[in-house]
């Protein structure tokens, strides 16, 4: 396994490194170069717009995007893309219904309860983001909280609507503890961390990306002074946050959804390849002097070590599922949302904006 922290500062010093150099920009193919010729962009007037929300504020794990954008991706599809920065899944998945946004990123387990209780605004993802979900429970490593089996008795901290706290029931099932041992308490996303390192709280759940590197940085509680509990580590082998769209837009522009999805996967490649220019990528696009490069650095860390890839991906490609993984975490996500019906795989997953699986492989 890569160590984080290696990772990290890996891409702290060269981002560090890349901020105070002097200004010589990268070579650009000119227009008498056959290779500018062969990979021209169309002009901006031919460009088809399509709106794109974040599921939360441009960080790090955008590196697709911000890759994609900087070396003309989405361009070379034909797209001008714009975008802007999401509130959490729920708040992305209902804009995108709304027909606020063309696309956007979002958990696709959440847009299944959405379609679930919205049947005339059916959503469906088109491609994945990560292949494994951020989905974690942590304690400090010096409490009596070891593994998940043993969280009896303990008191979590986090949101009423946090996705790993409603599928706690159904991760307590696989680890053979009792659900109802668990004390929550609710809290605001942005007290949760504070709790745990007070020690006001025997643990928290939350998105790793999000928890840990506030939790190592912020507050002086280094990896080696946590319990890190990955739900999919635990029998919820759940898919990550995903690229999701309406499916009355995916039927009626077809070539635009493929267009983004090639383009959206082809920075997410480059990105797995090289680290720390597509954590350069997304610094400049940014371009905002409280983005956080060292929490920053943390967090594509953890990503490109659990959640981009997985031996799955490594066989698949990139952007994919698996059908069977996919319907048994669709069975256990119904569980533990309490939904009406259970959605087949093709419902909640559509493969036809995807690539070819050539194109995919890394």
Known sequence: MISIRSIAGSLLLATTLGLVACGGGAEVATTDSPAAEETAAPATDELTPVSFTLSW???AVDAPLAVGLEQGYFAEEGLEVSFERGFGSADSITKIAAGQYDIGEGDMYSMMEFNDQNP????VAVAIKYNRSPFAIVTKADSDFDTPAELGGANLAAPAGDGPRRLWPVLAKEVGADPDSVEWTNVEPQLRESLLAQGSA????????TCLPVLNQKLGLPPEDLNVFYYNDHGLDLYGNALIVRKDFLEANPEVVQGFVAAYLRGLKEAL???DAALQAVVDLADDELFDVAIESERIAIALDRLYTSPEVETQGLGGVDPDRLATTIDQVVEGFGLSSTPSVEEVFDDSALP??????L
């Open 57 to 59: 504020l441009l960080q």
């Open 120 to 123: 005339d605004d059916q959503l």
């Open 202 to 209: 025997d643990g928290i759940s939350c998105f790793s990306i």
């Open 273 to 275: 390849a090289d680290p």
């Open 356 to 361: 070819p699986v050539s194109d995919r492989m």
